[in-house]
Nanobody, 127 residues
Framework: QLQLVESGGGVVQPGGSLRLSCAASGFTFDDYAIGWFRQAPGKEREGVSCYSTSDGSTYYADSVKGRFTISRDNADNTMYLQMNSLKPEDTAVYYC????????????????????WGQGTQVTVSS
């Protein structure tokens, strides 16, 4: 049973910060690549970030580069997305998902595919 559960969303003012969590069960992140995605109303799904546990490589979409940081906590099998300097255009439902289930995948560019999606957590940035 492979499950991902997102949490940490909420309402923040522009310039504020949130830390999203992606808790995994049924597997461990070793040899997996995990991605963060977002879906805003009227927009297509966007791959925000990716973390490959094979080599620690990371990817960030241009829209969030320099503001968001993806990281891993081995102890509790959780992937995080630290979001700083939030903008209203960051408003979306954020999802984590499995990008790759075996070693070899490297997060070096836009995410081509993902599966085993979580339920998502709402992030709203407004004043």
């Amino acid at each position: 049973q492979l499950q991902l559960v997102e949490s940490g969303g909420g309402v923040v003012q522009p310039g504020g910060s949130l830390r999203l969590s992606c808790a995994a069960s049924g597997f461990t992140f070793d040899d997996y690549a995990i991605g963060w995605f977002r879906q805003a109303p009227g927009k297509e799904r966007e791959g925000v970030s990716c973390y490959s546990t094979s080599d620690g490589s990371t990817y960030y979409a241009d829209s969030v580069k320099g503001r968001f940081t993806i990281s891993r906590d081995n102890a509790d099998n959780t992937m995080y997305l630290q979001m700083n300097s939030l903008k209203p255009e960051d408003t979306a439902v954020y999802y984590c998902a499995v990008v790759a289930t075996s070693s070899g995948y490297r997060c070096r560019g836009p995410i081509p595919f993902a599966d085993y999606w979580g339920q998502g957590t709402q992030v709203t940035v407004s004043s």
